[in-house]
């Protein structure tokens, strides 16, 4: 995050362009890490979405390695434009052999993957899901962090998570985000690292014309952490420390 210029990120196609900026940005957050009490740990958006999976296991294998050397937790985001941009590609990596028994950590945001699917993934509902259960089982066990917002078939935000009109995407947001926590807690994680990360325009959709967003930002944000508390508390309560 650039002073006067907002988010800058790495626009290279290329491999080593992407490993030779992840270590260069996490010199320079080490220093700011370091003097956090407790918790502290680096979100990553992680590759380019052209990688294929040689590519991405060789980046990630560079970034492990970089974190170990530094000392400071990585989280990898699942994200459009990314490694991790598609539920896909993202299982071909966590099964290839290099990065078996690595300590590889995701930032579980899925609602990119409903915008880059188009659709939400319903097992139950959708005979075209039915690899969503085995699949996701895969996925909490890497999982150490999770934006909690809730995407849509033709997005990644729903405009408010109150609204009933998105009930059935929120209900199985929800359940994917309880079963994540119970999976850190089963791990012995003392904390589950929690965001409601409802965005600003263009995330929050907005009129035509006036350009004037359909709901108030905070009163978003609020009401979805509402929501996580509640469900945090009655799905996992004091047992796994708090949100």
């Known amino acids: 995050l650039v002073e006067g210029k907002g988010y800058i990120y790495q626009g290279s196609s290329k491999l080593e362009d992407h490993k030779q900026s992840f270590s260069a940005l996490l010199d320079e957050v080490c220093p700011i890490i370091s003097r956090v009490k407790a918790g502290g740990f ?13 590519e991405a296991v060789d980046f990630l294998e560079h970034a492990l390695k970089v974190e170990a050397e530094k000392k400071v937790k990585v989280t990898h985001e699942t994200h459009r434009q990314r490694i991790f941009w598609n539920p896909f590609l993202t299982e071909d990596v966590l099964k290839h052999p290099k990065l078996q028994g690595l300590p590889l950590k995701i930032n ?11 659709r939400v993934f319903n097992p139950a509902q959708e005979p075209r899901d039915d690899w969503w259960p085995a699949f996701f089982l895969l996925l909490s066990k890497h999982v150490e962090y999770c934006h909690c917002r809730c995407g849509w078939a033709q997005g990644p935000q729903i405009p408010d998570p109150t609204a009933p009109e998105y009930g059935s995407e929120l209900a199985l947001h929800m359940g994917w985000w309880v079963d994540l926590w119970k999976a850190q807690q089963a791990r012995g994680n003392v904390h589950c690292w929690i965001e409601p990360e409802y965005g600003p325009p263009p995330y929050l959709p907005c009129l035509p014309h006036s350009a004037k967003p359909v709901a108030d930002l905070e009163t978003v944000v609020e009401a979805a952490k509402r929501q996580l508390e509640e469900a945090y508390q009655k799905e996992i309560g004091g047992g796994g420390g708090g949100p």
Do not use: K
């Open 108 to 118: 579980a945001d899925l609602s990119h993957w409903c915008a880059a699917c188009e």
């Open 42 to 54: 680096v979100n990553s958006h992680s590759g380019s979405d052209r990688f294929r999976t040689e």
